[in-house]
DNA sequence: TAGAATTTCCGAAGCGGTTTGGATATCACC
DNA sequence: GGTGATATCCAAACCGCTTCGGAAATTCTA
């Protein structure tokens, strides 16, 4: 059933018949009436392909994740990003694309995604801390907003992010606190923003206290189990091990855990361990008492906001670009407890 | 730069620049490369809106993903078949439109996806032992392949499946065989096909060497990490508690290993534990001697076969129904030991 | 060398919508 | 009853591409 059929059934123009269901005024209600019961009974659905070649917008948002390589670790938190855009798009109309790229052929993918005019925006993922997509997608004029932020750069763009320096600060005060002096920060690869500011946050607290920073006692890798696993292992072998760790993501702090009882400790008791949990949803760590100590800011939240912002920048070109930080929650769980060197 | 402006430049006719674009033969070598140049200079790939309204496909295949409510759990296994999928996809020039959808709007979701015609088809995912989508799907015409099996049906359809069945069988007897005579099975729910063939695997290992089935040893849910744990605790907590536990993902074992660890008990030792592994790329199971026995299947490269299914299929809709059933390997980690109790 | 066959290109008609620029009918008002 | 305003509808152009049905130019055949 398309407009044609449609129209000639009802005995109206396809101009009428599209205003009707657009919601123009010049049509009288009696008869848009009529043809909204038609089109209803015969689902009729506007050809979006057709809709878009003539308004020019294809009401789809471009989602492209960054793999390092084909077959590469998939950022879980993506999926969970993912879901909450989704939850926006669909409340407005707009689909979601999505593709996965390796880093080497992103040049080429926003040009082409904007060439031939597959989607009406983007959203950039994972951003490193001098990222070389923020000036291509100026220059190509598709409108973006970057999940997290970009550092070496004094050019306005839209970004949502969670505030990761401040987070990481007040998990590393809480610990120095408890009397911890050697903590170990298990991060995420340091190129990339959000572990740069992580570290950044670790950094800030430790200077404040006067504790000296030790490089052995950081770690920068892709976020998986067996990371956290063998990282925290080596670090609890050296012979003044860390007392504390502060883990980058709830994945990885399943291996530091598999590790510590591995080594026969305690957690909560012998070693405390702070995580930042990103609130994916098959892993809840908010009981009643939280397994992990952990600064929290939900990603599925930043999905809804960022594709919310996203959507607005579409509507109004002209608007200036947006930022929103979100602070995080530190929850405390029974993985802390008191430094027992003290 | 569209089509008219290259033609224009080129002082040929739209008709030959496509053609010449596009491969046809009816048109001379030297000119076909001159338009290649021109085109390739001015970077000009074609609208792929208006492409598709004059050739009347998409290009684009739907993934619509589950979720029992809005903000409800994402599966992880999703991100995984997806962006193994989104690999063929791209091979092939197709792209990937995804869309989360409340059970209750699935009826309407997958008609609007075709009166619209947004997608030259879709790929199913979770589906129900009795999945009412399969009905639908045939109905309206948009053709599908299915990420699993639906038992009640004799109608022949594209599906794609691990053999779940003999795989729990398979690691249900080497958990007899070491002895274990009380298994706990932690499955997901049991309305979705694969928990269901995982079970009916469980049992036929069961019978098969005249061992009672014990309902209250099995358990279904969500699978989430708090699943693993509180059910494996509860259970631990039995007079007769389990010696071992078959577990339906990585995620809800990292559950019931935290539990058994509270327990003051050692995996592998005093309990055994064998897991199904999807193969997560950020969970790698794969180490010298994993950690989990496992029974492993990977969900990336099921995604990619199902893609490749799926395009075949559309390529040529008069092909007959097709399936692949991938068998899983089970590999021996750390996690499984005799039962104590002999 | 005429006529047929083959190359090589083009004009124009779709694909299924939106939207511009009227046309007609209805109504209010003097 | 004539005039202007308003309500309601329509024909046709357009979005950017593909492709059908020739037409012109070239090469081949007898």
Redesign the pocket.
């Known amino acids: 059933m398309?407009?044609?059929e449609l129209s000639e059934n009802l005995?109206?123009?396809?101009?009428?018949v599209?205003?009707a269901?657009?919601g123009y005024p010049?049509?009288?209600?009696s008869?848009r009436h009529r043809v909204q019961q038609a089109a209803a009974l015969g689902n009729y659905r506007?050809?979006i392909r057709?809709?878009s070649?003539?308004?020019?917008r294809s009401m789809t948002i471009g989602h492209v994740i960054p793999v390092a390589s084909q077959g590469e670790v998939v950022n879980p938190i993506f999926a969970e990003f993912v879901a909450g855009a989704s939850q926006t798009y669909t409340q407005f109309g707009y689909e979601l694309q999505l593709s996965f790229t390796t880093t080497q052929d992103e040049q080429t993918i926003y040009r082409t995604l904007a060439a031939k005019r597959a989607v009406d925006g983007v959203i950039l993922h994972s951003p490193l801390r001098d990222d070389p997509r923020l000036k291509l997608l100026k220059e190509i004029g598709l409108p973006f907003v970057v999940h997290g932020r970009v550092c070496d750069t004094s050019e306005a763009y839209n970004w949502i992010d969670m505030n990761n320096r401040s987070a990481f600060k007040q998990a590393t005060q809480l610990l120095i606190d408890l009397g911890h002096r050697n903590i170990a920060l298990i991060n995420g690869q340091e190129q990339l923003t959000f572990a740069w500011l992580r570290r950044c946050g670790f950094e800030d607290a430790l200077c404040e206290n006067g504790i000296a920073i030790n490089p052995e006692l950081m770690t920068t890798a892709e976020l998986t189990e067996p990371y956290g696993y063998q990282t925290s292992k080596a670090l609890l072998r050296r012979e003044d091990p860390p007392t504390a760790f502060l883990v980058s993501s709830y994945v990885v702090a399943l291996g530091v855990r598999r590790a510590i009882g591995q080594a026969g400790l305690t957690i909560g008791k012998d070693v405390s361990v702070i995580i930042h949990d990103d609130e994916l949803s098959y892993f809840d760590n908010g009981a009643a008492v939280p397994q992990f100590t952990a600064t929290r800011s939900s990603v599925r939240q930043a999905g809804m906001l960022a594709a919310e912002m996203l959507l607005n920048q579409i509507d109004d070109p002209g608007l200036f670009p947006q930022n929103t930080l979100l602070e995080s929650t530190l929850t405390i769980g029974s993985s802390t407890g008191p430094c027992k060197l003290m």
Do not use: I, W
Request: aromatic share 0%.
């Open positions: 398309n407009l044609k005995g109206l123009s396809q101009t009428t599209s205003r269901l657009n010049e049509v009288n209600e008869t506007p050809n057709a809709m070649l003539a308004t020019g």
